[in-house]
């Protein structure tokens, strides 16, 4: 079975790190380039960082440039997306997303909630 699981989700204190993994079963994501996306409730799925297939480029919303990391690792076939200086307004579910071609998959989503 083809699929990605998202962990890594938690409740924690403004200012606190989180780290969220994407990993794939049933598949290599080598070949895929990875983004992570994020929903807050009443509001629309946003893009927050992607890595290319060979992780040598990334790109980060304006939102949490500076704040956020995003790699890969091959050898556990996982995408992480390092969180630090947390802020309310980061609290959503954080969705990963693996394309390539035709292919497209998408997880079931991890809860970050940024509070005191």
């Known amino acids: 079975q083809l699929q990605l699981v998202e962990s890594g989700g938690a409740l924690v204190q403004p200012g606190g790190s989180l780290r969220l993994s994407c990993a794939a079963s049933g598949f290599t994501l080598d070949y895929y380039a990875i983004g992570w996306f994020r929903q807050a409730p009443g509001k629309e799925r946003e893009g927050v960082s992607c890595i290319s297939s060979g992780g040598v480029m990334t790109n980060y919303a304006d939102a949490v440039k500076g704040r956020f990391t995003i790699s890969r690792d091959s050898a556990k076939n996982t995408v992480y997306l390092q969180m630090s200086s947390l802020k309310p307004e980061d609290t959503a579910v954080y969705y990963c997303?693996?394309?390539?071609?035709?292919?497209?998959?998408w997880g079931q989503g991890t809860q970050v909630t940024v509070s005191s």
């Open positions: 997303n693996a394309h390539y071609g035709f292919f497209d998959y």
